[in-house]
């Protein structure tokens, strides 16, 4: 079994942290100090590094992994980050046993979400860290897109406006005797600025390129 013990006291902050985290130049080791210089300077808020290892963001060293730095990327190239964080969740270490009990496990309430961690721990861990587990779950899903896992995405979503009705209008301006041209399609070309973390890891700017073809292609 693969169920981590990471979890955090409170998640009041996971949401600015995260968003500092991916702000910040990644840092050769993600220690105390780092968290203190971004301004998160409470004993709880250590509690970060030991998830963010369980969320595969530091190897076992307390350094920046790939995943790390997609994460960073994903927000610089202003793509979806939710994205990666939903991936982050599904290959967690701990978190992909309560996916194999349940495929939708984001969409099970608070209560249910700590029967399947109750089941998982075989009853090893105490109700207080249960729902600490649970809460910090919850809190994680969240922060993640999950509509593709759904079968719903954005695209699905959009409606096209009808094409007729600027032919329509066209057509009825011209039998009144009143010429109008059609209006020409909009382009828009976009710059995006891509600033690479400096490492001698080459698998980092493998997986950099590899998520910036999955978004941008």
Same mark, same amino acid.
């Given at each position: 079994?693969?169920?981590?013990?990471?979890?955090?006291?409170? /998640?009041?902050?996971?949401? &600015?942290?995260?968003?500092? +985290?991916?702000?910040?130049?990644?840092?050769?080791?993600? /220690? =105390?100090?780092?968290?203190?210089?971004?301004?998160?300077?409470?004993?709880?808020?250590?509690?970060?590094?030991?998830? #963010?290892?369980?969320?595969?963001?530091?190897?076992? =060293?307390?350094?920046? /992994?790939?995943?790390?730095?997609?994460?960073?990327?994903?927000?610089?190239?202003?793509?979806?980050?939710?994205?990666?964080?939903? $991936?982050?969740?599904?290959?967690? +270490?701990?978190?992909?046993?309560? #996916?194999?009990?349940? *495929?939708?496990?984001?969409?099970? &309430?608070?209560?249910?979400?700590?029967?399947?961690?109750?089941?998982?721990?075989?009853?090893? *861990? !105490?109700?207080?860290?249960?729902?600490?587990?649970?809460?910090? #779950?919850?809190?994680?899903?969240?922060?993640?897109?999950? &509509?593709?896992?759904?079968?719903?995405?954005?695209?699905?979503?959009?409606?096209?406006?009808?094409?007729? !009705?600027?032919?329509?209008?066209?057509?009825?301006?011209? *039998?009144?005797?009143?010429?109008?041209?059609?209006? &020409?399609?909009?382009?828009?070309?976009? $710059?995006?600025?891509?600033?690479?973390?400096?490492?001698?890891?080459?698998? +980092?700017?493998?997986?950099? #390129?590899?998520?910036?073809?999955?978004?941008?292609?």
């Amino acid at each position: 079994m693969a169920l981590t013990n990471a979890y955090l006291q409170t /998640t009041k902050n996971l949401h &600015s942290i995260i968003n500092s +985290v991916i702000s910040a130049k990644a840092p050769e080791r993600f /220690t =105390n100090k780092f968290l203190e210089d971004l301004g998160f300077k409470s004993s709880n808020d250590r509690l970060y590094i030991g998830l #963010f290892k369980a969320l595969g963001l530091l190897d076992e =060293n307390n350094s920046p /992994t790939s995943r790390y730095h997609q994460l960073v990327i994903a927000a610089v190239a202003l793509l979806i980050k939710q994205d990666v964080v939903k $991936n982050m969740i599904l290959k967690a +270490v701990g978190y992909e046993d309560l #996916f194999a009990l349940r *495929k939708d496990a984001q969409q099970l &309430s608070l209560d249910e979400v700590k029967g399947k961690l109750k089941t998982l721990t075989q009853g090893q *861990k !105490s109700d207080n860290i249960i729902n600490l587990m649970a809460n910090t #779950f919850k809190a994680l899903c969240e922060l993640a897109d999950w &509509s593709v896992l759904t079968g719903t995405s954005p695209q699905e979503t959009y409606t096209t406006p009808a094409t007729s !009705s600027t032919d329509d209008l066209y057509v009825s301006q011209e *039998k009144t005797g009143q010429e109008i041209s059609k209006p &020409s399609k909009m382009n828009l070309h976009y $710059n995006i600025q891509i600033h690479l973390p400096e490492t001698t890891n080459m698998a +980092v700017y493998d997986a950099i #390129f590899q998520s910036l073809k999955k978004h941008l292609m």
